[in-house]
């Protein structure tokens, strides 16, 4: 057994490079120690950092040589492609324009601000026209509109009001108190 020990001891003389010649208790000590000497302060750091960064942005086009290439790009562009472009800006101006549309309708019809988003999404996910389909939709389901009397709330306090407009309800006052005036 002393041959095999003195051939180990051989071995960890000639690897120094792999830990050989280092034992468990003497790597655990270094640990402690805060054994890494190769610490590189921060300022030299940021240094190697920039130098890295400015390594790498040595062949980068600039801004403006950027821009010029998007030019160039456009210009490029075949007559489909641009005709492909402002049809789909068009598709998409139409959706929007359609969807306004369809949400005024919901509104005009009486249904409320908190529930016109949900009106609109089922009455949306049906199939046919949109009207035809709001009106069978808010007939089956009257809770999402709201009376001809409707309640408002301007100082804290609820007031009732008819869906009568001013100049008739000021021309059914004044006949109401003078039967014989003629407003018309």
């Known amino acids: ?85 402002r049809d789909e800006h068009y598709r998409a101006l139409e959706a929007e324009n359609t969807s306004l549309k369809q949400e005024k309708l919901v509104l005009s019809k009486g249904v409320s601000l908190s529930d016109a988003d949900y009106v609109l999404f089922k009455v949306g996910k049906m199939e046919g026209d949109f009207e035809e389909n709001l009106d069978k939709f808010l007939s089956e389901n009257e809770k999402f509109v709201s009376s001809a009397e409707s309640t408002k709330a301007t100082d804290g306090a609820p007031v009732k009001r008819n869906a009568t407009t001013t100049a008739n309800s000021i021309s059914d006052r004044l006949k109401a108190r003078h039967p014989d005036i003629k407003l018309d």
């Open 1 to 85: 057994m002393p041959e095999l020990n003195n051939k180990t001891e051989e071995l960890k003389d000639k690897n120094p490079e792999e830990g050989a010649g280092t034992s468990d208790t003497e790597i655990a000590d270094d640990k402690q120690k805060g054994g890494d000497e190769d610490m590189v302060p921060r300022a030299e750091a940021q240094k190697m950092a920039d130098a890295m960064v400015a390594k790498k942005l040595k062949g980068m086009p600039s801004k403006e040589e950027l821009a010029k290439y998007k030019e160039w790009q456009e210009s490029q562009k075949t007559a489909e492609e641009k005709q492909a472009e």
